[in-house]
Each structure stands twice: as C-alpha cells, then as structure tokens.
C-alpha cells in the first residue's frame, strides 16, 4: 500500500513515544471571566501566538475590537496597529514570546514608543504612545506552557511629564544660573526631585547626585528630627495648594559636611496630572543660617545684660543698710487696695 505523503509528514513530526503534541483546549469560563474582569490591558495566547480572548482595557488602549484579536496572530495584528512598520519592535516582541517559551518564565521588554491609529474609521488619525510589554506563562498540569498572558505596560502620560519636566528644566536653567537661591523641583508621590540647580546645592555643601539616588529614610535623615513633621505639613499643604498659593517653612538640614544650616523654603505648583491632582512642586530654598545665628547672638547679648543688670541690682538691694523690701499691693474688684504682698527683702530689713 503506497505511503500517503500527508501522512508521511505527520508521522515525522511526531515525538518518539508516537502520539501528537496535546492541543491546548479552550480556556475555561472561570478564566475567561478571570481575564476579561483585569482592569489592565491583558491579552490571553495560545503558544502558537493565536489570540483567545482579552481584556476591556486592552481593547481600550490599543482603540481595537475582539475580531482584531481573537483567532489572529499576535503579530499580525499588532502590525495592524502601527502606522509605519517597526521591524525591530516585532522583532523584540517575537523574542519576548520565544524567551517565554523556551525558558517558561515571565519574560519583558524594555518600553518604547512608536505611533498607533487611533481607531479603525480614522487611519489618517494617530497617536504617540510609549509601552512596555511583559508576559507570563500558563503551565497545564503536566508543566507545559497552555498559555501565554501579555500584557502591555503604558507608560505614555509618564513619558508626557518627564517630556515636560525636561522642556520647563531648560527654562529653569536659564533663570535659576541668575538666582543665588537652590531650586528644586520634587515629585510628591516619591519625593524624588526631578530638578535641582546643580552648582547652587554645591556651593551650600549638598551632593545632588546623593539626592537624587538617595531613599525616602537617608533623604529623612538629613532633616533634623525636631523639623521632620515641618516639611510634611509643608509638602501636604502644596498638594493642596491652588496655582496662586505660596507655601512657606523654615527647616535645618545636614549638609555633606555634617554642618546643621537653617533654610527657608518656599513652594507652589508646578505639575498637575490629568485629573487635576498635584504631581510636582517648585521649591526655592534661602539659606538663612548667618540670619539664625545672628538672631541667636541678638537674643544671647540681651539675656547677658538682663543677667549683668540683675547682678547689679541684687548687689546693691544687698548691700543697703536700711531695711527695703518690695511690696505689691492687692486690688479688689471695685479697685480698692484691701491687702498687700512682700515679695522680696534686703538682709537689712530681715
């Protein structure tokens, strides 16, 4: 009997032990609603890079429909997407996937940003978008992988602000190399600061780069423990500030020197997000340490003479030898003095 040649070739891609490769069956209801219920952009696929089902939010992000994805090649579908063809980004995405395969661990890829069509009426229209991808394995119970979950990681308005960030840093070079003041620039959710006069933080004795690697505890650190609740109350009224407000303090902070100086500090907005919420601050910090220790001197030469003129007065109420004493009179409510308090006598008098 002739050998059939389909058949042939079925029987040379078979495994040793003869039968064929199990086919991943359909994902089951619990997973389905699993996916689909993610408030993130999900995409559920089979090894063979087929879409099963997603997410509203993937469908949301990429501005697409289930039919763009279910039962169609990842690939190919999210070429569909890009106005121009990035062949090193299907390139890195088609990697991502092998990885995933070959290693069956979660696997990433760096982001990256290339424009998408904003929606399948409007092609002319598009969009800058800035993603970064991840996907992980789903093992069947004999430990091969059933499917693969992509997800895309969107981080385009992050992206927007630190565009932003960079745009208004050229114009706060410019007017900060004109003001002896430190300026900062901080991002409230992490305390990070975003921008700082470089020259100016040297010159009074801070590492900006020390800053700006430093955690939330070692940038706590540096505040002197009596100032710490300060600076949140400060930072606390700027998340809440409006675009006129000026918020002010006065803190002592360690320098690299190990020195405790005095600054006054003083804040408005810089950044808002798309709901409205404060994301970044401006904060122009005085040194005023010659100010406090003038101040400190001020108030040590005045309690020195209050000390002297003491001295000399108890010296001579001493030394008087007729008896003196110092009496205050007691009033009643209608003004009437009706008693009297010694309060102090010479040696004499005694």
Do not use: C
């Amino acid at each position: 009997m002739p050998v059939n040649k389909t058949n042939t070739t079925y029987q040379n891609q078979l495994p040793e032990n003869g039968l064929a490769p199990p086919v991943p069956a359909e994902p089951s209801t619990h997973l389905t609603k699993v996916i689909t219920a993610f408030p993130d952009p999900y995409l559920l696929l089979k090894p063979n890079l087929t879409g099963v089902v997603a997410s509203a939010a993937f469908f949301k992000i990429t501005g697409t429909q289930p039919h763009n994805w279910v039962d169609q090649n990842f690939l190919t579908a999210f070429s569909g997407l890009l106005v121009q063809p990035v062949p090193a980004l299907l390139g890195n995405l088609q990697t991502l996937f092998d990885q995933a395969l070959s290693t069956k661990t979660a696997q990433q890829v760096a982001p990256d940003s290339f424009q998408i069509r904003s929606s399948e009426t409007a092609n002319s229209n598009f969009t800058l978008q800035y993603w970064g991808f991840s996907v992980s394995v789903v093992l069947d119970h004999a430990g091969a992988v059933e499917y693969l979950l992509f997800k895309i990681n969107d981080l385009t308005a992050q992206k927007k602000v630190e565009q932003q960030l960079q745009e208004q840093a050229h114009y706060l070079r410019r007017i900060t190399q004109t003001v002896p003041d430190m300026v900062s620039v901080i991002e409230l959710q992490t305390g990070q600061a975003q921008f700082l006069n470089k020259e100016t933080f040297i010159n009074h004795g801070f590492d900006p780069e020390a800053m700006r690697t430093s955690s939330a505890r070692e940038r706590a650190e540096i505040i002197y423990p009596d100032d710490r609740q300060v600076l949140h109350e400060y930072f606390k009224k700027l998340s809440k500030a409006t675009e006129e407000e000026t918020i002010m303090a006065e803190y002592r902070a360690r320098n690299s020197l190990s020195e405790w100086m005095w600054f006054h500090v003083q804040g408005k907005v810089f950044q808002r997000n798309n709901a409205g919420e404060v994301t970044h601050v401006l904060n122009a910090i005085e040194n005023i340490t010659a100010r406090k220790n003038a101040e400190q001197e001020v108030l040590r030469l005045k309690d020195a003479i209050n000390r002297r003129a003491t001295d000399k007065y108890l010296t001579l109420f001493n030394a008087i030898d007729e008896g003196f004493n110092i009496i205050e009179v007691i009033f009643d409510d209608n003004g009437k003095a009706h008693d009297y308090e010694i309060l102090e006598v010479n040696p004499a008098q005694e």
